[in-house]
Structures are given as C-alpha cells and as structure tokens.
C-alpha cells in the first residue's frame, strides 16, 4: 500500500511560481514511476508531469513544457512539482500518482497508475 500527500498549493498571481510537494510512504519512490495530474472546474483529469523510475527520463504535457518540471528527493521520498510562469488555465486540483506495475512506460495514461493522493488546489489570478 502506498500512500500519497500533496501540499504547496495555493493562490498565486499570473506569472507567479508554486512548488508543490508529494511526500510517500509504504514505497520508495525511487523504484516507483511518479506522475502528476490535474483537474480543473467541470473537465477531464489530464496529465501533466511523470518521471520514471529508472533513468530519471521526465515526460511532460505540451500545455506545461518550458514551464514546468518534476523532480524527487529519494532521501525525502517526495516528489515535486516546480510551476513557473503560472497562468490562470493553470488553475486546477492537482494530484500526485505513483505507477508501481508499468515503470512509467504509460505515463500519460490516468489507468496505469495505482495509487492517488488527496489532490492540493492551485489557483492563477489573471
């Protein structure tokens, strides 16, 4: 069993920068494939970010490149998320997601990914 905790959200100014936080207990995210999603009002979950466990390749959504970048501590066994440049489409819930069966290979896929945590609001003022 895995358990994920999201934090750092909250509200910022258009062009303003958050870093938000996955901290994971029950695996170690270092032998686990790390994807962040986000929800905005009345859509879809989409993907966002996703890092692989093996290698450290990085996949991100043609919305956040340039923008946007995963990372992880394996010390700390928490993942980040570091948003730059934030602009109000950016606002959304955004949720951490551990891949413990595929290695990422299926990044972008919502189903490929077995353990969510409780989602932290980010909000973009214009």
């Known amino acids: 069993q895995v358990q994920l905790v999201e934090s750092g959200g909250g509200l910022v100014q258009a062009g303003g920068s958050l870093r938000l936080s996955c901290a994971a207990s029950?695996?170690?995210?270092?032998?686990?494939?790390m994807g962040w999603f986000r929800q905005a009002p009345g859509k879809g979950r989409e993907f966002v970010a996703a890092m692989r466990w093996t290698g450290g390749r990085t996949d991100y959504a043609d919305s956040v490149k340039g923008r946007f970048t995963i990372s992880r501590d394996n010390a700390k066994n928490t993942v980040y998320l570091q948003m730059n440049k934030l602009k109000p489409e950016d606002t959304a819930v955004y949720y951490c997601?551990?891949?413990?069966?595929?290695?990422?290979?299926?990044?972008?896929?919502?189903?490929?990914?077995?353990?969510w945590g409780q989602g932290t609001q980010v909000t973009v003022s214009s």
């Open positions: 029950g695996r170690t995210i270092s032998r686990t494939a």
């Open positions: 997601a551990a891949d413990t069966r595929y290695g990422g290979i299926y990044y972008s896929s919502i189903d490929r990914y077995d353990y």
